[in-house]
C-alpha cells in the first residue's frame, strides 16, 4: 500500500525549532507533489509548505515564510519541514500529504487539501510560550 510516516514532533519553547520527517513508500515517488499541512485546536487544516519532488519550486504559507524550510532527500524518498523561530500559533497536528501528478485539480492550488489523495496519520508540535 501507498504510505506516508511522519516523525519529528514534539513540544518545544517559544522561538525553538523542529525537524519534521515524512517518509514515502508503496509509490514512484518521483511521480507525486508533496506538501505538509497543519490542523490547529478548532481550526481548519491548513497549507503550510510544499514541493515539487524535482526541488524545482517550493511553496510556502504567508506566516511561515522565512521561518520553516521545506527539503528532502530523494534517495530515501524523504521531505522534511525544518521549523525555526516557532510561535504558539504553531501548535498544531502535522500531517504530509502527496498528490499524484496529472490528476485533476480542485480549485485553489497547493494548500486545498482535497488535492491531496495520500496522507500520513500526523505528528503533533506544541510551543509553548
Known amino acids: 500500500q501507498q504510505q506516508l510516516v511522519e516523525s519529528g514532533g514534539g513540544s518545544v519553547q517559544a522561538g525553538g525549532s523542529l525537524r519534521l520527517s515524512c517518509a514515502a513508500s508503496?509509490?514512484?515517488?518521483?511521480?507525486?507533489?508533496m506538501a505538509w499541512f497543519r490542523q490547529g485546536p478548532g481550526k481548519e487544516r491548513e497549507g503550510v509548505a510544499a514541493t515539487y519532488t524535482d526541488g524545482s519550486n517550493t511553496y510556502y504559507a504567508d506566516s511561515v515564510k522565512g521561518r520553516f524550510t521545506i527539503s528532502q532527500d530523494k534517495a530515501k524518498n524523504t521531505v522534511y519541514l525544518q521549523m525555526n523561530m516557532l510561535k504558539p500559533e504553531d501548535t498544531a497536528m502535522y500531517y504530509c500529504?502527496?498528490?499524484?501528478?496529472?490528476?485533476?485539480?480542485?480549485?485553489?492550488?497547493?494548500?486545498?487539501?482535497?488535492?491531496?489523495?495520500?496522507w500520513g496519520q500526523g505528528t503533533q508540535v506544541t510551543v509553548s510560550s
Open positions: 508503496g509509490y514512484t515517488y518521483s511521480s507525486y507533489f
Open positions: 500529504a502527496a498528490r499524484l501528478l496529472g490528476s485533476t485539480p480542485y480549485g485553489g492550488g497547493w494548500s486545498n487539501s482535497r488535492n491531496f489523495g495520500y
